[in-house]
């Protein structure tokens, strides 16, 4: 099947419905926005990486899933906790290594999960999540419980070979399951040109015969609309679609990160030109379905929510050391 | 000797090996994820592909078990390639690569073709990386025939020890204690550590020296126990002897295959107690190797049961990482068991 690339188009949104993905995608913003202000603080250590940029992508793609529908994405994964309706403060709370985080701060930034939002992490190793997201599918497909998985990961991951051994068998039975990739130009410090002998990488299930699309990852209803299609695809029994959104990171790959892959003016260009939040809101306000103070009091409503988490991580108990050896399968002689 | 020396720490030490190599070695190539424009996530690579060129120092895609399956064809095709996984929690994907067709080929083949190859990782925790970035597998690659497992302590050492890998003619894999890129730790966030540019081992010599495998080196000389360290662990060793007011003879293993048996079951022989420390998970660990060699060799010279201070046999957490970590305190406790104090 040949990969098509996308078509400009006018898209339908109402009021109520861009208003929700304008103030989830403020929310992930003003989380990690947070989360980085916390690092700097020494309140968080370790790894932390930061969604900022990329917001749109996660909170289309959840645009088009329904409720039972699985996520399971890789490190940079705050996003996609909040999007699946996960507490800020659980969330918070895991990256400061509290016990009021979702793995009682055992897991930290990158190691989360719900069973009651149906997310099923946060996986440090790249790429190691694909195969399990098709694994979630065809589990979904065999108890014919009529629910897709996503399996995110990013442009650096679509190069592990697991990734392909996983199409392959998605295809080849048909499974559930839609694979996004988060094209935000590079894998920590290297680029797709510098690492990708095929670069775009909608092609790349060409070869398994899974469809592709290419989608402007920068707006949430095109991100919406091609979600929902691929969701669709995969619920009818048609098998897996790739969905490869075009994105960007606006912060580091983690918090120690030289910065010296790109310039600060590609930066800059991005954030003023193609902002899928500030985007968003110019919609909105072109629309006149908001005014600016409306919009004030969504930020310091969402500010008071982040806010709150970010007390409650710092605040929230470290867990009890002996915590370190529960959750395993034998007692621990702990000498 | 009398070669001139310079401060150096352990990333700047590891660089100067390759460095040399690069230049003294045509066959010599340095690859990996972010190891050539970017210089590597912790800047071990630096400049190599400035100074080397883009085909002698290049970015790899992200794919563990291609980049070791690439070095063994380019190994086993005449070159030392050098590869790095950028986290030894990333060696996974590349570890059926490892123990079947690097750590093989020479026998594979009658001994026709071998894969002079070294893979470069860094191990350990102490810098709260939590489960994916902390691991010290080191045991699942002793555990094959065919590979040589080693892991400097210093500067010194890491600079020797890797050109002796990249010059060996069969797989090396070469562990780099994370925690000690900068100085030596000793196990507790709140004992001021020291940088390599303030300590003996951070002199390195400049150009080519090498330390060769399977000896071990002696930290502290002393008659009350023998004490197997190897990486971080070395360094809590010294701090936890120290503190307990106990004359230890520390050995560093630096090599874990080959093993330097015979100055261990020396040592042993003379204190008649041995106390085994790794940061890696307890069961099955390198320390019970340790622990059954000892006993093969020194049976009839022990005065106490030999003690293993280890990880525990859980995943490595996020938070609590001083709980968890075999700090000196778990050291002390252990020194005092084999002592017969507690």
């Known amino acids: 099947m040949a990969a098509k690339k996308k078509t400009a188009k006018k898209l339908k949104t109402d009021k109520e419905e861009l208003l929700k993905y304008y103030r989830d995608m403020l929310l992930i913003r003003r989380f990690e926005e947070k989360a980085g202000q916390l690092y700097g603080m020494g309140q968080i250590a370790g790894f932390c990486h930061l969604y900022i940029g990329q917001e749109a992508v996660v909170v289309g793609a959840r645009a088009g899933m329904i409720e039972g529908d699985q996520m399971i994405t890789g490190y940079r994964d705050h996003g996609h906790m909040l999007a699946c309706g996960m507490e800020s403060r659980g969330v918070m709370a895991e990256l400061t290594g509290r016990s009021g985080g979702y793995s009682r701060g055992k897991g930290g930034s990158m190691h989360m999960f719900s069973t009651e939002k149906h997310f099923y992490g946060g996986h440090g190793i790249v790429g190691a999540q694909v195969p399990i997201g098709a694994g979630l599918a065809l589990a979904n497909k065999y108890t014919e419980n009529g629910n897709v998985s996503l399996a995110f990961f990013g442009d650096g991951a679509s190069n592990q070979g697991q990734v392909y051994e996983a199409f392959n068998m998605a295809k080849l039975w048909d499974l559930p399951v839609v694979f996004v990739i988060e094209n935000n130009q590079y894998a920590m410090g290297t680029s797709v040109q510098r690492s990708s002998a095929e670069t775009e990488l909608f092609k790349r299930g060409s070869s398994f015969e899974i469809e592709g699309l290419q989608v402007d990852g920068m707006n949430v209803l095109e991100v919406r609309d091609a979600a929902k299609k691929a969701i669709k695809h995969a619920r009818d029994g048609k098998g897996p679609m790739i969905l490869e959104m075009k994105t960007y990171r606006y912060r580091g790959h983690s918090m120690s990160d030289p910065a010296k892959y790109r310039s600060r003016d590609e930066v800059t260009k991005t954030r003023s030109e193609r902002d899928p939040i500030d985007m968003a809101k110019a919609h909105l306000l072109d629309e006149k379905w908001v005014d600016e103070a409306e919009l004030k009091a969504i930020d310091k409503e969402i500010k008071a929510i982040v806010a709150d988490a970010a007390e409650f991580a710092q605040t929230s108990p470290e867990p009890d050391p002996s915590e370190l050896y529960t959750d395993v399968l034998l007692p621990v002689d702990a000498a | ?342």
């Open chain 2, 1 to 342: 000797m009398g070669q001139a020396t310079k401060r150096m720490n352990m990333i700047e030490a590891i660089r100067d090996a390759l460095d040399v190599k690069m230049t003294e070695d045509s066959d010599v190539l340095v690859f990996g994820e972010d190891v050539g424009y970017f210089g590597g996530v912790f800047r071990a690579t630096a400049g190599l592909q400035e100074k080397h060129g883009l085909h002698r120092c290049f970015d790899t895609p992200i794919s563990e078990g291609g980049i070791v399956g690439i070095a063994i064809g380019m190994a086993s095709n005449g070159l030392r390639p050098v590869a790095e996984i950028q986290f030894a929690d990333y060696i996974y994907p590349g570890y059926d690569q490892i123990a079947s067709e690097a750590a093989r080929l020479r026998y594979r083949s009658n001994g026709e073709f071998s894969a002079p190859l070294t893979i470069r990782t860094p191990v350990g925790g102490g810098i709260y990386g939590g489960t994916t970035h902390s691991q010290s597998p080191e045991a699942l690659f002793t555990h094959i025939a065919g590979l040589k497992t080693v892991i400097p302590s210093n500067p010194y050492d890491a600079k020797g020890m890797l050109i002796t890998a990249i010059e060996d003619n069969d797989p090396v894999l070469f562990l780099e204690p994370k925690r000690l890129y900068n100085g030596p730790f000793y196990g507790d966030p709140h004992i001021p550590s020291v940088s390599w540019a303030k300590h003996e081992l951070g002199d390195v010599p400049e150009g080519h020296y090498t330390v060769p495998f399977g000896s071990v080196r002696r930290i502290t000389e002393g008659p009350d126990l023998t004490i197997l360290a190897y990486g971080t662990m070395v360094w809590v060793a010294e701090a936890a002897a120290k503190e307990a007011g106990v004359q230890a003879d520390i050995l560093d293993l630096r090599a874990l295959l080959p093993l330097d048996i015979e100055a261990i079951a020396e040592s042993v022989k003379k204190t008649g107690r041995c106390l085994i420390l790794h940061e890696a998970t307890r069961t099955s660990g390198f320390g019970a190797e340790l622990s059954a060699q000892v006993a093969e060799a020194c049976f009839f010279s022990l005065e106490a049961p030999i003690v293993r201070v280890t990880g525990w046999d859980t995943p490595y957490p996020h938070a609590q990482e001083w709980a968890y970590f075999p700090g000196p305190k778990r050291v002390m406790n252990g020194i005092r068991k084999v002592m017969g104090q507690a």
